[in-house]
């Protein structure tokens, strides 16, 4: 008499089966690929190379140019100063205070050795600091302030804070005060950088806070010559 044989318990021996070939396969493959791995010499591959121009030199051209609004403010000699004063020469303008411990006496150091490096050129430059810290910088602060340290021919200008705000919105500048307004002993923390103006007014280049002197006297004499 014959057994009868359970088609579940075939199916499943079967796929046990099956499975087991797979498993073998698969692991046969896998050690021939590490032995080929394994035996097989140095990648050869080309050095990597950076197309182009790599490094920031920290000038920003303006395209198109802003045509900066009119304003007036007051100058270091208590006189008011319009900037349609500006026209018909370029102007390089940096906002800051005279209390600045660092980035406003760096930049208008490098205002004044622009100026020697154009020379005769220089003459159709303006170059022009507006303090952002009215409650303090008075003209004759100002004034005072580029007397000592010997900054020729640089125009200073000052006014309430509202109004340095609206001239500096075309340039994105912001600035905050902290500390005791009460008794003078705070500190303005500011955009910083400077900004030129073409000889009809419009906003044309950005210099980044600390790029060099030389770049910027460069970028000035292709302009001015």
């Not at 044989?5 to 499975?19: D, E, Q």
């Not at 008794?183 to 280049?205: E, K, P, T």
Request: hydrophobic content about 45%.
């Amino acid at each position: 008499m014959k057994s009868k044989r359970n088609p579940a318990i075939i199916h499943r021996l079967l796929y046990s089966v099956i499975a087991g070939l797979l498993l073998g396969i698969a692991a046969l493959a896998l050690y021939h690929v590490q032995e080929h791995l394994r035996q097989a010499g140095p990648i050869q591959s080309e050095a990597f190379r950076v197309e182009g121009k790599a490094d920031f030199d920290g000038a920003i051209a303006i395209a198109p140019p802003v045509m900066v609004p009119d304003f007036t403010l007051t100058d270091q000699h208590g006189e008011p100063f319009n900037s349609s004063q500006l026209r018909n020469r370029f102007a390089l303008l940096t906002f800051g205070f005279t209390n600045c411990p660092d980035i406003c006496p760096l930049t208008l150091n490098d205002f004044q050795q622009v100026k020697v490096m154009l020379g005769a050129l220089a003459e159709q430059m303006a170059f022009v600091f507006v303090s952002v810290d009215g409650r303090r910088d008075r003209p004759a602060v100002l004034r005072r302030f580029l007397e000592f340290r010997e900054l020729d021919g640089i125009i200073a200008l000052t006014r309430g804070e509202n109004d340095v705000r609206e001239i500096g919105a075309p340039f994105g500048l912001a600035f905050e005060v902290s500390g005791d307004l009460a008794n003078g002993a705070y500190n303005v923390n500011h955009s910083a950088g400077s900004y030129l103006l073409d000889d009809r007014g419009r906003w044309i280049m950005r210099f980044q806070f600390g790029a060099p002197a030389e770049r910027i006297a460069a970028e000035l004499r292709k302009l001015l010559a």
